[in-house]
């Protein structure tokens, strides 16, 4: 038999921050999501995969979830070192790819998936990748049962899942230009690029309205959290959409947005604008730029950085699309 391998990626801290604290979410426990990992296994498993990928992390989240199940499929626990930091997303990634794993499911939210997008790089084109969201702001990542994400997840790593519009590569925000110390600027987000005056690098409170000077959206939707609803609520732009949302900020149009779970604060958006792909948006100093909620960039007084969109990210796998076509072809009966 073909080797069909997964690989399930678990960012110990998502859902587990400060944000949470400053809203009404409660916290993503270390139980629920071992059950999330062992719910993936199960299904990835009954689908047909021959080997289950985790890695090394503080917690043993993963590798305690595949202990004891008995599962058909060999388990493997990688051992990438670990920092504590978001490195340790990435270093991961790298270890599933060496493994041979383009199949990887991931627990955290858009920050976590940021960071396996970054790692990914020129190798995004080869990874299916299926987002669960166990994080604080999540956009990117998917809600949904776990054990149905597995068994998409195995039969995409056996190579079934050959129809049209089950996958689609999603969008990048790729930044450009020279920051702090006059050093170059190459980053990336998923969803959201945020300016904001009058804060800090490293902030980890929620933002403070009063401080969003403009935002470029990949996904503008109505129907989610943090920043991308403050243009969905006026102008949505979708996954689909070979296209962006300007936002910004000032006298005009004001709404009530939550920017976190539970939290609800009015803004005022004095235009929008959809942005094609690859077309550059410029965002000067005196601010910080935030990609998907992490302050990460200071840009000085008379600096300037461009951020575009691109869609050359890995691809996504749709679970209940996947979950048709599957039925349709008869994959999920048994000889």
Not at 103 to 110: K, P, Q
Not at 185 to 196: K, N, Q, R, W
Not at 270 to 286: D, I, K, Y
Request: glycine residues 10%; contains cysteine.
């Amino acid at each position: 038999m073909t080797e069909a391998r997964v690989a399930i990626l678990v960012n110990p801290m998502s859902g587990r921050d400060v944000r949470r604290l400053a809203a009404r979410a409660t916290n993503m426990t270390h139980e629920a999501k071992r059950d999330i990992v062992a719910r993936v296994a199960a299904g990835a498993d009954a689908c047909g995969a021959t080997d289950i990928f985790v890695a090394r992390e503080p917690f043993r989240i993963a590798a305690a979830a595949l202990e004891y199940m008995g599962l058909g499929a060999r388990t493997h626990v990688l051992t990438p070192p670990i920092r504590n930091t978001a490195e340790d997303t990435e270093t991961a990634v790298n270890a599933f790819l060496e493994a041979g794993c383009d199949t990887i499911v991931s627990l955290g939210g858009d920050g976590t998936n940021r960071a396996i997008v970054r790692a990914l790089g020129a190798r995004a084109e080869r990874v299916r990748l299926i987002p669960l969201s166990t994080g604080t702001n999540n956009v990117f990542p998917v809600l949904a049962e776990p054990t149905i994400a597995g068994m998409v997840a195995g039969l995409q790593a056996r190579g079934l899942l050959t129809g049209t519009g089950l996958e689609a590569r999603c969008k990048v925000l790729h930044v450009s230009g020279v920051g702090r110390y006059g050093l170059p600027v190459h980053d990336l987000g998923l969803i959201d690029a945020v300016l904001l005056r009058r804060d800090h690098v490293g902030n980890l409170l929620p933002f403070d309205a009063d401080r969003i000077d403009r935002l470029l959206l990949t996904r503008a939707e109505p129907a989610s959290i943090g920043m991308s609803p403050i243009g969905g609520l006026i102008e949505p732009v979708d996954a689909a959409d070979d296209a962006g949302l300007l936002v910004e900020m000032g006298p005009g149009t004001r709404l009530r947005a939550p920017l976190s779970p539970g939290l609800f604060r009015e803004v005022s958006v004095s235009r929008v604008t959809r942005v094609p792909l690859g077309q550059p948006v410029e965002f000067a100093g005196e601010g910080v730029l935030a990609f998907d909620g992490d302050r990460d960039h200071k840009i000085p007084v008379g600096a300037t950085l461009a951020v575009a969109i691109r869609r050359d990210g890995p691809w996504i796998v749709d679970i209940a699309a996947a979950m048709r076509w599957a039925v349709e072809q008869r994959l999920l009966l048994n000889p």
